[in-house]
């Protein structure tokens, strides 16, 4: 499982809404999520959003039906627009990003790890191959792909009808190119992970024993049309999108091979002037706030049929009068507000249940940048398992979800989401509110509580637990108050992390540094369209931010995608055992998932929520029109 802050890799969100119009994947490049920013994603590292994109149903019917939980309501909403009307020429489209932060602006998938900027560039950050609606790669695309399981390689075919938008053809050195970033320490990418090691010579040239990665090969040539991975082992996951083995996005090696690589995140060809080969073009930037994204003339599919596209962030204090409006043609909706614009006319609402988590994470140790892991703490302070359970057990999530998104939002059992079909273990119950046991668990370990209330660590000393959280909508506040009440009535003394809830940026900024005053944090991934946690939460995973590292879940983790996990049904197995252990263990505590919501005016055209249409595939916007 990877993750994409569109995008890809992982990604954190900050309130009870995912939005559609963005996406995060790590461990992958492309355009399907990952569990990241982030995927995959990353689908990032630092997996960074407020919103998300909705993908993860293996639908392609016109509406979606929630029955992940079984404490989630019946609700259905239509997937894509219905607009029968001829559509008119050089028409434009404005698109909000809800997002109480500015957008870095880090136009590379190789180094972004922020849902916004793959929101901001999904108009033009197509990835290398096409999928499905169920994600698995097939043929058609920017590429084609080939496995060969007995030779243990991937053949990647460049159609050779693609170029950058500066008219240069996308070659074999691009696909390269962009392993090298990835793996250079000199990027700072947060990338490269356990899985993509996987690629014979990858560990070496990320030492610096080789200026080349032995395991990619170009037959015909840097300027060729043909790659060949080469993998000690091949993996089951291998034929979906978002699988995090191979990268699937390329990087214009002709414009940037001067740029150094501990310059390249820094330059203007990364952040003010960028080269896609998707349908649009970025056009015009104005840093952090909007961008406008004109056709790419090169583009190798369909014509696109807009002559202007225009992103923009939005308040999310202003964002519901943006709606009510009819401010933006496309706008993610937050399930905490939904209500209040259901009935605005002349707009569609569509909806999907992504593949998306939020989570509570305990800090027990720190990542090792010599060593390339994370290396857990047995004294940290949260590395008790009844500790962290005690605490999941007195939230009242369910509570929680009903009072502010009716029912949008919904408690999950498990870190596998119910829509990854029989992998998910349905038999696990997660952390339902119980301050019975939640007390009872502090007691065994030895958690007493003093006259005030409160109680002392094993040792006897006082207890403060220190607890990021970020900004969001008008009702996070009064979230994350409850949540501290909750812990503060089993005896928990709970305090904010700078004493305040924190934008975006420097909440993750502490989480993936591992800040000394942070010691569990509320998050969430966005995650790929391949279920495998590996990329998650490994031990060589940078965006395992709580720095768990047990022999036990290296064991099991290696299970999922081992060589006997062709075997489908060894695979369900170990994906429910690595689910059963890490609840036991409570090192990561699954929240909620939620209904994506994008308001989506009338006269927009060709515009859809599943993995071939526009908010799952960057192509896919070459599509979209409007009618008047």
């Known amino acids: 499982m990877k993750t994409t802050l569109i995008f890809r890799g992982k990604c954190g969100i900050n309130e009870q809404s995912v939005n559609p119009t963005v996406r995060l994947d790590s461990g992958r490049g492309g355009n ?16 960074l959003a407020v919103t998300l994109t909705a993908c ?25 627009t219905k607009n029968d009307k001829p559509s008119v020429s050089g028409g434009t489209l404005t698109v909000g990003m809800i997002s109480d932060t500015a957008f870095k602006g880090i136009f590379n998938e190789e180094l972004s790890e922020d849902a916004n900027d793959s929101t901001v560039m999904q108009f033009g950050a197509e990835s290398l191959f096409k999928t499905n609606n169920t994600y698995k790669i097939v043929d058609g695309g920017a590429a084609n792909l080939k496995l060969d399981q007995k030779a243990k390689t991937a053949t990647i075919t460049i159609n050779p009808n693609v170029k950058w938008s500066d008219g240069q053809p996308l070659t074999a050195d691009d696909i390269v190119y962009a392993y090298k970033i990835i793996a250079n320490p000199a990027t700072k990418s947060s990338r490269y992970t356990d899985s993509l090691k996987d690629i014979v010579g990858m560990a070496e040239y990320n030492a610096g024993k080789s200026n080349e990665i032995s395991g990619i090969s170009t037959p015909d040539g840097g300027s060729g049309k043909t790659v060949v991975l080469h993998f000690q082992t091949m993996k089951p996951g291998m034929t979906q999108s978002g699988n995090g083995y191979f990268w699937e996005a390329a990087a214009p090696y002709h414009y940037l091979k001067d740029v150094p690589f501990k310059s390249l995140m820094a330059s203007d060809k990364i ?9 649009y073009q970025l056009s015009k930037l104005v840093a952090g706030q909007s961008a406008v994204w004109t056709p790419n003339k090169y583009y190798y599919g369909a014509k696109p ?29 937050s399930n905490s507000w939904y209500k209040n614009v259901k009935n605005t006319k002349g707009v569609t609402f569509l909806g999907k249940i ?22 857990e703490n047995p004294k940290a302070k949260m590395n008790n398992a009844k500790l962290r359970q005690a605490i999941a057990y007195a939230m009242n999530v369910d509570q929680v979800n009903e009072k502010f998104t009716g029912g949008l939002s919904f408690r999950i059992p498990t870190l596998i989401p119910a829509q990854f079909g029989d992998v998910f273990d349905k038999s696990a119950k997660g952390f339902p509110n ?11 370990a030895g958690y007493k509580k003093g006259k005030d209330g409160y109680r002392t660590d094993p040792d006897g000393k006082k207890l403060t637990i220190h607890f990021a959280a970020m900004s969001g909508n008008t009702n996070q506040e009064a979230i994350i ?58 031990a060589g995973a940078p965006f395992n931010f709580t720095r768990m590292n047990t022999p036990e879940q ?19 197995t170990a994906f429910k055992k690595w689910q059963e252990y890490m609840n036991k263990e409570a090192y990561v505590v699954p929240l909620n998932n939620s209904w994506g919501l994008t308001a989506v005016n009338d006269r927009v055209k060709g515009y859809g929520l599943n993995p071939t249409q526009a908010a799952g595939s960057s192509a896919a916007w070459a599509d979209v029109s409007v009618t008047k």
């Open 354 to 375: 992504p593949l998306f988590y939020s989570y509570l994470g305990f800090k027990v140790g720190k990542w090792d940048n010599k060593k390339g892991e994370n290396v």
């Open 56 to 80: 993860g149903s293996n639908s392609s019917s016109s509406s979606s039906t929630s029955s992940t939980s079984t404490s989630a309501k019946k609700i259905s909403f239509p997937v894509a």
């Open 305 to 333: 049929k807009l002559s202007k596209i225009t992103i923009e962030t939005v308040s999310p204090a202003t964002a519901p009068s943006a709606v009510k409006n009819k401010k933006y043609d496309i706008m993610g909706v």
């Open 271 to 279: 952040r003010k002037k960028p080269l896609f080969f998707g349908p």
């Open 481 to 538: 108050k409850n949540y501290i009440q909750q812990w503060k009535k089993v005896g928990l003394r709970v305090e904010l992390t700078n004493g305040r809830l924190m934008e975006m940026n420097s909440f993750y900024d502490k989480v993936q540094n591992d800040s000394s005053d942070v010691d569990m944090f509320q998050a969430a991934w966005s995650l790929s369209s391949e279920p495998s946690p590996n990329d998650l939460f490994s």
């Open 554 to 572: 290296t064991k099991l983790l290696s299970q999922i995608d081992s060589e006997k996990s062709f075997d489908h049904s060894y695979r369900v």
């Open 434 to 444: 119980n301050m019975d046991k939640a007390n009872k668990l502090l007691d065994e």
């Open 32 to 47: 399907t999520m990952k569990k990241a920013a982030v995927a995959g994603l990353v689908t990032l590292a630092s997996v």
